[in-house]
Each structure stands twice: as C-alpha cells, then as structure tokens.
T-cell receptor, first 114, second 113 residues
Framework: EAGVTQSPTHLIKTRGQQATLRCSPI?????VYWYQQALGLGLQFLLW???????NRGNFPPRFSGRQFPNYSSELNVNALELEDSALYLC?????????????FGPGTRLTVL | DAKTTQPPSMDCAEGRAANLPCNHS???????VYWYRQIHSQGPQYIIH???NNETNEMASLIITEDRKSSTLILPHATLRDTAVYYC??????????????FGGGTRLMVKP
C-alpha cells in the first residue's frame, strides 16, 4: 500500500512569492493534516481538512491556506512568503475508525525562502 | 490532551532492548498513548498506540502501567537505524473539534555499535 506522498521534495522561493505544496493521502483516507516544522523546533499544527472541508486551523496567519480536492488530495498555499516560513512542511492522512484516527505522515516538503 | 514528560536523550547498544519511558500523570480515561519517531529531517513515523492494555506490533511493544500514568516503549533489538527522536503523545479519541497531534520535545535515542 502506498504511503502519503508529498511534492515537491524541495522548494526554493524568494520573499514575497507564493508557494504551493501538494499532498496525496493514503488510499481510503479522508482526512489530511498539515504541520510546519521549523529548523530545530517541534511540529506545529497548521490545517486540518476532512471530506473536503477545513475543520480546524492552527495559530498561523491567513496567508497560510489550503484546500482538499474531491479525491482527498490536498494543497497548501503560502502567500507573501517571509524568511521565517522556511521549514519542513509535513502532511499526514488518517481515516477515522472505531472512534480513533491514526495519522500517517509523508516525507515532507522542504521550503526555503531566500 | 494530557501533557507528557520524556527524558531528552538516551543511549542504547546495538542489539540490546531500548526502553523509552514516558510520564503522563494527567491522562484521562478516554485518552490514548501514541508513539511516533522522527529520523532526521524525515516525516514522523507512527509506531504504536494503546489505551490501557499492553500492545505489540512488528516494530515495538507498548507497556502501560495499571494506573495509566506512565508508559514504556520497547524496541526489542535496537539497530543503528532506530536512532531517532521518539515522541510520546497522549490524545483523546477522534472528535470534531480538532485532532491535531501535539509533539513535545521527545527523546533522542542514539543507538551505538
């Protein structure tokens, strides 16, 4: 079974540009989570999508946005990039079963803002 | 979700069992204990989770104390590839308010030859 995939692996942008990151969940999973991990820091929750809807978002400015498509894949958009947006962006997918959901992570997209 | 406390680092000899402790004294009755690990600059890898019974899978065993206030992740025969940061996370069952994982500092396990 294929795991969570993310693209691109690396992305280099300059300040003020926009970045688009993509995530394909495990087949059958309907929820997608996005996390940011800045260098040397822990994972910070960004966004949660389920069944095409945004269900929750973390403490990030509105220039971080995204969407989930009918096939449950997801896109994270970061507008007006700032230097501190440089980080590893992780996507996780899950399927609710028995009142629990276990999140499985992709390999991440390393975003560098110059 | 309940807060967890883990030692910042541990060493283990290759081939020996690695026992990683986690304290979660404020855990509630409906909260599960999850373990993930993150090898340098990769996405976190799910290892195992449990509610109150001990659990075992192909990767590890999870021992939860009877009062559920602490747990131990056991890697039975550690290899160099098990060198990673291990995160113990306590979280409630799925709900519509938010199911994000909250990662603490974790334990940096160094497996040495």
């Amino acid at each position: 079974e294929a795991g969570v995939t993310q693209s691109p692996t690396h992305l280099i942008k300059t300040r003020g540009q926009q970045a688009t990151l993509r995530c394909s969940p495990i087949s059958g999973h309907t929820s997608v989570y996005w996390y940011q991990q800045a260098l040397g820091l822990g994972l910070q929750f960004l966004l949660w999508y389920d069944e095409g809807e945004e269900r929750n978002r973390g403490n990030f400015p509105p220039r971080f946005s995204g969407r989930q498509f009918p096939n449950y894949s997801s896109e994270l958009n970061v507008n007006a990039l700032e230097l501190e947006d440089s980080a590893l962006y992780l996507c996780a997918s899950s399927l609710v079963a028995g009142g629990r959901d276990t999140q499985y992570f992709g390999p991440g997209t390393r975003l560098t803002v110059l | 979700d309940a807060k967890t406390t883990q030692p910042p680092s541990m060493d283990c000899a290759e081939g020996r069992a690695a026992n990683l402790p986690c304290n979660h004294s404020t855990i509630s009755g409906n909260e599960y204990v999850y373990w993930y690990r993150q090898i340098h600059s990769q996405g976190p890898q799910y290892i195992i989770h449990g509610l109150k019974n001990n659990e075992t899978n192909e990767m590890a065993s999870l021992i939860i104390t009877e009062d559920r206030k602490s747990s131990t992740l056991i890697l039975p025969h550690a290899t160099l590839r098990d060198t990673a940061v291990y995160y113990c996370i306590v979280r409630a069952a799925y709900n519509n308010a938010g199911n994000m994982l909250t990662f603490g500092g974790g334990t940096r396990l160094m497996v040495k030859p």
